[in-house]
C-alpha cells in the first residue's frame, strides 16, 4: 500500500483532469477480474467480490482529484498568471516547483523580490494576482509554444519516506484514501461493494453526487486526508486531528452529521479490536459525504480519515502507521456492518 | 396546543438526532393516519390517503433544533464545543443546555476574554460541574450534543420556549393530522431532519415521495421589535405565505392557493419576502426533477434563542389555512 500511495501522489490529477490517476488504478488493482466503469463525469467504480450474505449496498469513496493551478494569463514578457482549482493557501505558492499542462513544462512561482516590496506588501498576505508562474519564456510568443491558458499547473513534489513512518508529498488529500480502498478491493465482501473513486471533489464535491445517484447505496463511507494542525502554538481543542494515533472518525463538518449507528459502530470496532483512532476535534470544512448522504431518497454516512499535516500544501506529511490502521478499522468495521445494521 | 407543544418542545432532538423527538410525534400521529415510516436519514413520513382523484401534496415541518456538539474534552473535564446550526456565542453566553441523557452544563466563555466581539464559540465551552477527562467522558463523549434549556409556557397570547422553530410547525402538522377528514388530496406529512445544517432531510424525502406540490411550515423573523431591521412581518397578524427566501421563490400556484384559501375562509395572513435565511422548501423543490412548493411561515421573534415567541393565533390560523388549502381541490 506505501508504495502505491507513493506512486499515486506523483501522479497529476487536478479537479477535472483525473485520467492518470483513473488508469493507474485500473491498472493497478490486484484482482483484474473485478468489473468496473469509468461514468460519464469521470468517476471510477469498482465493484468488489462479495459472497453475497447480505443484500446491504456499500458505497466507499475517495477522491482522485487534487489542489492545483490552472493558467488563465499569459503576459507580454511570457510568465503565466494563474487561478485555482481547489482551497489554496497564496502564502505556500511562493517559490514553488511547478508542471505545467500536459508536457508538464517546469515553472517556478515567483513574486516580486524582497527590496522592491512596500510595507504594506511585506507585512499582508501576499495576493494570487501578484504572483505568477515563471517558465523562463522570452516572451508571450515564446511561452505560447509551451502552454496555453487552461492549462492545468500540478505541483512539483516527489514523494520522500522520512522520519518514523511518515511520508512527505503532494495531493496525500485524498490518494491516501484511494490507496486504501485499493486495497480494500483484495477482499470479499458479504455485501455489494462499489468503490467509488470521485473526480472534482475539491471543486464542490461534484463528482460524488454523480457517483452516489448511480450506485444508489444504502451507506456511504468516504475516507479521507483530513486537517492536522498538531503544531506549535495551536490549542489542544483546535487541533483537529494529531498524526500518529490513529484515523480520525468525524462526528460532524460543514458538510454532513455522521450517521449514529455508523460512528457508534466504528467507535466500538476500533475499542474492541484495540486499533487506534481518534476524534476530529473541529468541525470545519466538508467533503464527498455531503453530497452522497443527500444523494436520492438519503444514505447514511460516515467519514474516517487520515490525518494529514500541511495538506493542500505540496509538502503534505502523513504517518503510514496511521493509513495501516485506517485500512484496519475501515476493513475490520464494513466486515461486521451487516450484523451491526441487521441486514 | 400549549401542552402539545410543551411535549414537543421538551423532547430532545438536535439535528442528526432526532429519535426522541420522532418517537414523540409517532406516537401522538400514527392512531389517525394510514401509513407511517422512518427513512434513511430519519425523515418521519405519515400518509393520509386523499378520498379521490386528487393530488399528493406533501407537507414538511423539521423536527430538528440547533445545538452545540461536544468536540473535545480537555484534561480538566470542560467540554470544547462547536454549532451544530445557526447559533450566536452571544446568545449561547451563560445559557444553560442539555444532553440527550439529561446531563446538564453551563456555556461559559475563556476570562481572558476583555472584548466581546473576539468572542467565538472555539474560545468557549460547557462546563458540567467535572473534575477531570475520565469523569466527563464516562456521560458525555466527542459528538454528542446539547440543546437549550427553555420550557414552553404560555403568556399573553403567546408561546415562549426553546425550539419553536421548528417544533411549532410540527404541533400544527399534528393538528391538521388530528382534524383532516375526507380530503380529495393524499397529504403526506413529513417531520424532516438536519434542516438546520442545510435543509438536508427534506429533499431526499422529497425524492422519495415524488408530491404533486409541497408546502413547508416554518418560523420567520418578524420587524416588530424595538430597533430591529425593517421586516414587515408582525407577531398576531396571521400565518405568512411565503414569497420568496434566500432558498426558494415559492411556485406561483402554491403562493397563490395559499392566498386564496386564505381569503374565502377569512383567515388573517400575511406574505413573506426575504433575503436571508431558507426553509425545506429550498431543497424539496429542486428534487425529484422539480416539485412546486412554497411555504406557510409562523412569525417568530428572537429566532435561535431559549426564549423563542411566537403568537397562538398565528399558529392556530395556520392549522386552518393548511386544512383549506389541502382540502381544495387541486386542478
Request: glycine share 8%; net charge negative; charged share 25%.
Amino acid at each position: 500500500m506505501m508504495q502505491k500511495l507513493a506512486e499515486l501522489t506523483k501522479l497529476d490529477g487536478l479537479s477535472g483532469n483525473e485520467q492518470d490517476v483513473r488508469k493507474y488504478i485500473i491498472q493497478n488493482l490486484a484482482d483484474k477480474s473485478l468489473e468496473h466503469y469509468t461514468d460519464n463525469i469521470g468517476n471510477l467504480i469498482v465493484k468488489g467480490k462479495t459472497d453475497g450474505s447480505s443484500n446491504l449496498k456499500v458505497m466507499v469513496a475517495a477522491h482522485m482529484d487534487e489542489v492545483g493551478l490552472m493558467v488563465n494569463y499569459i503576459t507580454d514578457d511570457g510568465k503565466l498568471k494563474f487561478s485555482t482549482v481547489g482551497g489554496i493557501d497564496s502564502r505556500i505558492l511562493i517559490g514553488q516547483h511547478v508542471r505545467v499542462g500536459k508536457d508538464k513544462i517546469p515553472g517556478v512561482i515567483g513574486y516580486k523580490s524582497i527590496h522592491l516590496q512596500d510595507k504594506n506588501e511585506r507585512e499582508s498576505v501576499v495576493k494570487l494576482k501578484s504572483l505568477y508562474i515563471d517558465i523562463a519564456a522570452k516572451d508571450r510568443e515564446n511561452a505560447e509554444e509551451l502552454v496555453k491558458t487552461g492549462d492545468y499547473v500540478a505541483f512539483d513534489s516527489e514523494p520522500v519516506f522520512f522520519g518514523e513512518n511518515k511520508i512527505k508529498a503532494k495531493a496525500l488529500d485524498d490518494r491516501a484514501g484511494c490507496a486504501v480502498i485499493m486495497e480494500l478491493l483484495n477482499e470479499v465482501w458479504p455485501f455489494e461493494l462499489y468503490a467509488c473513486f470521485t473526480v472534482q471533489e475539491e471543486i464542490g464535491l461534484r463528482g460524488a453526487l454523480v457517483a452516489a445517484n448511480r450506485v444508489k447505496p444504502d451507506v456511504g463511507i468516504v475516507l479521507e486526508g483530513t486537517t492536522c494542525a498538531d503544531v506549535p502554538k495551536v490549542k489542544e481543542h483546535e487541533v483537529s486531528t494529531v498524526m500518529g494515533k490513529g484515523p480520525s472518525i468525524s462526528f460532524a463538518d460543514r458538510a454532513s452529521i455522521a450517521d449514529r449507528e455508523l460512528l457508534m459502530h466504528f467507535f466500538k470496532t476500533a475499542e474492541k479490536e484495540g486499533i487506534p483512532y481518534q476524534w476530529k476535534t473541529t468541525t470545519t470544512g466538508g467533503n464527498d459525504a455531503g453530497k452522497i448522504q443527500t444523494s436520492g431518497a438519503g444514505v447514511k454516512t460516515l467519514v474516517v480519515s487520515v490525518p494529514c499535516r500541511y495538506i493542500h500544501s505540496p509538502v503534505s506529511v502523513l504517518d503510514l502507521n496511521d493509513l495501516k490502521n485506517m485500512l484496519n478499522l475501515v476493513s475490520k468495521a464494513l466486515h461486521t456492518l451487516p450484523e451491526a445494521l441487521g441486514r | 396546543m400549549i401542552t402539545l407543544l410543551r411535549e414537543l418542545t421538551g423532547a430532545y432532538g438536535p439535528s442528526s438526532r432526532e429519535e426522541e423527538i420522532r418517537n414523540t410525534i409517532e406516537r401522538k400521529i400514527s392512531p389517525n393516519v394510514d401509513d407511517i415510516y422512518t427513512d434513511a436519514l430519519g425523515n418521519l413520513i405519515a400518509v393520509k390517503k386523499g378520498s379521490g382523484n386528487g393530488k399528493r401534496i406533501m407537507l414538511a415541518a423539521h423536527m430538528d433544533e440547533i445545538g452545540l456538539v461536544a468536540s473535545y474534552i480537555d484534561e480538566k473535564g470542560f467540554i470544547r464545543i462547536s454549532n451544530i446550526g445557526g447559533i450566536n456565542p452571544y446568545v449561547a453566553v451563560g445559557q444553560r443546555v442539555q444532553f440527550h441523557n439529561g446531563i446538564t452544563g453551563c456555556v461559559c466563555y475563556e476570562e481572558n476574554i476583555t472584548d466581546f466581539k473576539d468572542l467565538k464559540l472555539d474560545r468557549m465551552y460547557i462546563d458540567i460541574g467535572t473534575q477531570r477527562r475520565e469523569i466527563t467522558l464516562d456521560c458525555i463523549m466527542p459528538g454528542d450534543i446539547a440543546v437549550f434549556c427553555g420550557e414552553a409556557i404560555e403568556q399573553n397570547g403567546k408561546f415562549i420556549s426553546k425550539a419553536l422553530d421548528d417544533r411549532i410547525g410540527c404541533a400544527i402538522l399534528i393538528e391538521l393530522i388530528e382534524t383532516l377528514k375526507d380530503c380529495p388530496n393524499e397529504v403526506v406529512f413529513v417531520f424532516t431532519v438536519q434542516e438546520e445544517v442545510g435543509l438536508r432531510g427534506a429533499g431526499p424525502a422529497a425524492f422519495s415521495i415524488k408530491p404533486d406540490l409541497a408546502v413547508a411550515v416554518d418560523v420567520t423573523g418578524t420587524g416588530d421589535t424595538p430597533e430591529c431591521k425593517p421586516l414587515a412581518l408582525q407577531l398576531g397578524k396571521g400565518p405568512a405565505v411565503m414569497i420568496k427566501d434566500n432558498r426558494t421563490i415559492s411556485h406561483p400556484m402554491v403562493k397563490n392557493a395559499l392566498i386564496e384559501c386564505a381569503r374565502k375562509n377569512n383567515i388573517p395572513y400575511q406574505l413573506e419576502v426575504m433575503s436571508v435565511g431558507g426553509n425545506d422548501a429550498g431543497t424539496i423543490h429542486t428534487a425529484a426533477g422539480g416539485i412546486p412548493a412554497g411555504a406557510v411561515s409562523i412569525p417568530c421573534r428572537y429566532l435561535h434563542r431559549p426564549c423563542e415567541m411566537v403568537d397562538k393565533n398565528d399558529a392556530l390560523n395556520a392549522v386552518k389555512l393548511l386544512n383549506a388549502f389541502v382540502m381544495s381541490p387541486m386542478a
